[in-house]
C-alpha cells in the first residue's frame, strides 16, 4: 500500500485526487517566471478536522504540503513543489456567522474576498482589504500574503483586519488564536504570526474578520500630469496636505495605453502619470475636489472630481483592469516594491530607465498612497530563455532599487519563491535566523511549504 492509499483511507472519497489533468490544473500560481515542480496529488478536504488528518498523515510520512488558495498569487507562494500535496482550500467556503452588532464576520478560509463583502453589505458593513483579485482570491490565500489593496491607504492592509484564526500546525493540532474581541493582549500575539505566513507554518481554516461600517458616500478624482515630476509634485502635495484619500492610485503612460489597448477608457494616451483618488463620508465630494485642486496647482493637465456613482466606478475600473490587460498581451511578472511615498518619482523613473536598459517592457500601475507600486514586467514567450534572464535582472534591479530608497522588496504580495534571493539583502542575517527559529519550533520536519516565504 503506497503512502496515498493510506490517506485515502482515512478521508471521504473524492478529497484525494490524482487524476494528472486534474493536478495540472493546480501546478502554478500566476508568477509565470517560475518552473513548477509534479505534485503527488492534490487534496480538497471540507473541513479542519480532515485537514488534521492530513498533516498528521505528512508529518507521519514526511511529505511536503504546498497550501493552495486560488492560486493568484504572484510570488510562486502556492506552485508545486517535487513530490508534494497540494492542500486546495476551495471547498471550505462557509460564510459561518455574520455578527452585526460586532462587526464581525466568521469565515472559512475557502470563501472567496468579494463573496464577504456582498453577505455583508446589506447590513451596512464591509470588509476593507480589496486585492485587485478580489473577485478570484480567498482569504486564506488573502491572509497567508497579508494582501493589500486599494482601500489600505485608508483602512490598513488584511492584517488590520483580522481578529482571530483557526490553524492546523503541521503535527495536526488544531490553534485557535486570538477571538471575537476588538482588544486582546492575552500572551503573544499568534494571530499575526500566521498573517502574512505564506502556508509555511500551517493551514489556515477558519479566520474571524472585523468589518467596518458602510461609508455614507464616496466621491473620485483623477489628474492627468504630462511628466512625472509634475505628477511627484500632485501627490506630495496631497501628502503634505494632510488629506485622507480612501484609494490613491497611479497609472503610468504604459499602463494607460495597455488598459486603453485592451478595453476603451477615453484616458489620456499621452499623460505621463495618472491619479486616481477617492475619499469617503460626509465631506467626500469636497475632499475629492479639493485632492483634484492641489494636482491643477502642481501642473495637471487636467483635474477633476464627481461623486457621479457610474463615472467614479468607470475611473476606479480602468485602475482595475490594468492587470487583467496585463495578463491578456502575454506573460507577465508583477513586483510589488514598496518605497517612503514621497520617493515614488524617483523609483518610477528608476523603473524606466530598467525598462530601457533590461530591453523589458514594463507598466507600471500602483497603490501611490502606500508607496506600493507594480511594475508589471510584460513577457512574450516563456520559453525565450535570453527574455527569462533579462525579466530575472529587471526584477533583480527593481528590488535593488527598492532597497536603496528605504523600501521594500515586498509590500502586499509576500516573498514567495520569487523574491526569496533578496530578502536577506533587506531583513538581514539576524532576522532570518530569528525566522528559521520559529520555523523549526512549528515545523521541525519543514514539511509545510519549505523554501517559501522566509
Ligand atoms: C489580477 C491580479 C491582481 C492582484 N492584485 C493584488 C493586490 O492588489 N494586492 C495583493 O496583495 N495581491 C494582489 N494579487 C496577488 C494575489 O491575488 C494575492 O496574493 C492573494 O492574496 C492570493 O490569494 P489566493 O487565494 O489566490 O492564494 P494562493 O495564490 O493560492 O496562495 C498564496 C499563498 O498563500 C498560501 N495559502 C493559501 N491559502 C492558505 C491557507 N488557507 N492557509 C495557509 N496558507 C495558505 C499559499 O501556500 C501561498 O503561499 C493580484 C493577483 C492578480 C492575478
Same mark, same amino acid.
Given at each position: 500500500m503506497t503512502d496515498l492509499d493510506s490517506l485515502r483511507r482515512q478521508l471521504p472519497v473524492g478529497i484525494v485526487v490524482t487524476d494528472p489533468d486534474t493536478v495540472e490544473g493546480y501546478r502554478r500560481d500566476s508568477s509565470d517566471l517560475l518552473h513548477p515542480g509534479s505534485p503527488l496529488a492534490v487534496l480538497r478536504p471540507t473541513s479542519a478536522l480532515q485537514v488534521s488528518t492530513i498533516m498528521k498523515w505528512a508529518t507521519a510520512t514526511s511529505t511536503v504540503v504546498v497550501p493552495r488558495g486560488a492560486g493568484t498569487g504572484a510570488s510562486g507562494g502556492a506552485t508545486a513543489l517535487d513530490g508534494c500535496v497540494i492542500v486546495s482550500?476551495?471547498?471550505?467556503?462557509?460564510? %459561518?456567522? *455574520?455578527?452585526i452588532a460586532n462587526q464581525i464576520v466568521v469565515v472559512e478560509p475557502g470563501v472567496v474576498n468579494a463573496d464577504v463583502g456582498r453577505a455583508v453589505a446589506e447590513h451596512g458593513l464591509f470588509y476593507p482589504?480589496?486585492?485587485?483579485s478580489f473577485e478570484i482570491s480567498t482569504i486564506g490565500g488573502n491572509l497567508a500574503t497579508n494582501a493589500g489593496g486599494?482601500?489600505?491607504?485608508?483602512?490598513?492592509?488584511t492584517r488590520n483586519s483580522v481578529l482571530g484564526l483557526e490553524v492546523v500546525l503541521p503535527d495536526g493540532r488544531i490553534l485557535c488564536t486570538g477571538? %471575537?474581541? *476588538?482588544?486582546n493582549v492575552a500572551g503573544l500575539d499568534l494571530t499575526h504570526l500566521f498573517v502574512g505566513s505564506e502556508g509555511a507554518l500551517g493551514i489556515i481554516t477558519s479566520a474571524t474578520l472585523r468589518l467596518r461600517p458602510r461609508p455614507s458616500g464616496t466621491a473620485t478624482f483623477v489628474a492627468s500630469f504630462p511628466d512625472l515630476e509634475s505628477g511627484g509634485r500632485g501627490l506630495n502635495a496631497i501628502f503634505a496636505s494632510g488629506a485622507t484619500p480612501s484609494i490613491l492610485e497611479l497609472m503610468d503612460c504604459a499602463t494607460i495605453n495597455m488598459v486603453e489597448d485592451y478595453r476603451r477608457m477615453d484616458l489620456d494616451r499621452d499623460a505621463d502619470l495618472l491619479i486616481i483618488g477617492q475619499a469617503d463620508g460626509d465631506a467626500a465630494l469636497p475632499e475629492a475636489e479639493a485632492m483634484a485642486a492641489i494636482c491643477e496647482a502642481m501642473g495637471a493637465d487636467l483635474a477633476m472630481a464627481t461623486d457621479d456613482i457610474a463615472e467614479s466606478e468607470m475611473f476606479i475600473q480602468a485602475r482595475r483592469l490594468a492587470g487583467w490587460a496585463a495578463m491578456a498581451q502575454g506573460p507577465t511578472v508583477s513586483e510589488d516594491v514598496c518605497v517612503p511615498r514621497t520617493r515614488l518619482v524617483e523609483l518610477l523613473e528608476q523603473i524606466h530607465d530598467i525598462s530601457t536598459e533590461t530591453r523589458i517592457r514594463i507598466a507600471t500601475v500602483g497603490h501611490a498612497g502606500d508607496g506600493n507600486v507594480h511594475p508589471i514586467l510584460l513577457l512574450t514567450d516563456l520559453d525565450d530563455e535570453d527574455e527569462q534572464a533579462r525579466a530575472m535582472d529587471a526584477v533583480a534591479r527593481i528590488c535593488a532599487a527598492a532597497l536603496a530608497l528605504g523600501g521594500t522588496i515586498t509590500g502586499e504580495h509576500g516573498v514567495g519563491e520569487l523574491k526569496l534571493p533578496w530578502l536577506e539583502q533587506q531583513v538581514g542575517r539576524t532576522s532570518l535566523d530569528v525566522q528559521a527559529s520559529i520555523k523549526r519550533a512549528l515545523d521541525p520536519l519543514s514539511i509545510m511549504n519549505p523554501g517559501r516565504g522566509f
Amino acid at each position: 500500500m503506497t503512502d496515498l492509499d493510506s490517506l485515502r483511507r482515512q478521508l471521504p472519497v473524492g478529497i484525494v485526487v490524482t487524476d494528472p489533468d486534474t493536478v495540472e490544473g493546480y501546478r502554478r500560481d500566476s508568477s509565470d517566471l517560475l518552473h513548477p515542480g509534479s505534485p503527488l496529488a492534490v487534496l480538497r478536504p471540507t473541513s479542519a478536522l480532515q485537514v488534521s488528518t492530513i498533516m498528521k498523515w505528512a508529518t507521519a510520512t514526511s511529505t511536503v504540503v504546498v497550501p493552495r488558495g486560488a492560486g493568484t498569487g504572484a510570488s510562486g507562494g502556492a506552485t508545486a513543489l517535487d513530490g508534494c500535496v497540494i492542500v486546495s482550500l476551495e471547498k471550505m467556503t462557509a460564510i %459561518r456567522d *455574520v455578527d452585526i452588532a460586532n462587526q464581525i464576520v466568521v469565515v472559512e478560509p475557502g470563501v472567496v474576498n468579494a463573496d464577504v463583502g456582498r453577505a455583508v453589505a446589506e447590513h451596512g458593513l464591509f470588509y476593507p482589504p480589496d486585492p485587485g483579485s478580489f473577485e478570484i482570491s480567498t482569504i486564506g490565500g488573502n491572509l497567508a500574503t497579508n494582501a493589500g489593496g486599494m482601500r489600505c491607504v485608508k483602512y490598513g492592509v488584511t492584517r488590520n483586519s483580522v481578529l482571530g484564526l483557526e490553524v492546523v500546525l503541521p503535527d495536526g493540532r488544531i490553534l485557535c488564536t486570538g477571538g %471575537r474581541t *476588538v482588544k486582546n493582549v492575552a500572551g503573544l500575539d499568534l494571530t499575526h504570526l500566521f498573517v502574512g505566513s505564506e502556508g509555511a507554518l500551517g493551514i489556515i481554516t477558519s479566520a474571524t474578520l472585523r468589518l467596518r461600517p458602510r461609508p455614507s458616500g464616496t466621491a473620485t478624482f483623477v489628474a492627468s500630469f504630462p511628466d512625472l515630476e509634475s505628477g511627484g509634485r500632485g501627490l506630495n502635495a496631497i501628502f503634505a496636505s494632510g488629506a485622507t484619500p480612501s484609494i490613491l492610485e497611479l497609472m503610468d503612460c504604459a499602463t494607460i495605453n495597455m488598459v486603453e489597448d485592451y478595453r476603451r477608457m477615453d484616458l489620456d494616451r499621452d499623460a505621463d502619470l495618472l491619479i486616481i483618488g477617492q475619499a469617503d463620508g460626509d465631506a467626500a465630494l469636497p475632499e475629492a475636489e479639493a485632492m483634484a485642486a492641489i494636482c491643477e496647482a502642481m501642473g495637471a493637465d487636467l483635474a477633476m472630481a464627481t461623486d457621479d456613482i457610474a463615472e467614479s466606478e468607470m475611473f476606479i475600473q480602468a485602475r482595475r483592469l490594468a492587470g487583467w490587460a496585463a495578463m491578456a498581451q502575454g506573460p507577465t511578472v508583477s513586483e510589488d516594491v514598496c518605497v517612503p511615498r514621497t520617493r515614488l518619482v524617483e523609483l518610477l523613473e528608476q523603473i524606466h530607465d530598467i525598462s530601457t536598459e533590461t530591453r523589458i517592457r514594463i507598466a507600471t500601475v500602483g497603490h501611490a498612497g502606500d508607496g506600493n507600486v507594480h511594475p508589471i514586467l510584460l513577457l512574450t514567450d516563456l520559453d525565450d530563455e535570453d527574455e527569462q534572464a533579462r525579466a530575472m535582472d529587471a526584477v533583480a534591479r527593481i528590488c535593488a532599487a527598492a532597497l536603496a530608497l528605504g523600501g521594500t522588496i515586498t509590500g502586499e504580495h509576500g516573498v514567495g519563491e520569487l523574491k526569496l534571493p533578496w530578502l536577506e539583502q533587506q531583513v538581514g542575517r539576524t532576522s532570518l535566523d530569528v525566522q528559521a527559529s520559529i520555523k523549526r519550533a512549528l515545523d521541525p520536519l519543514s514539511i509545510m511549504n519549505p523554501g517559501r516565504g522566509f
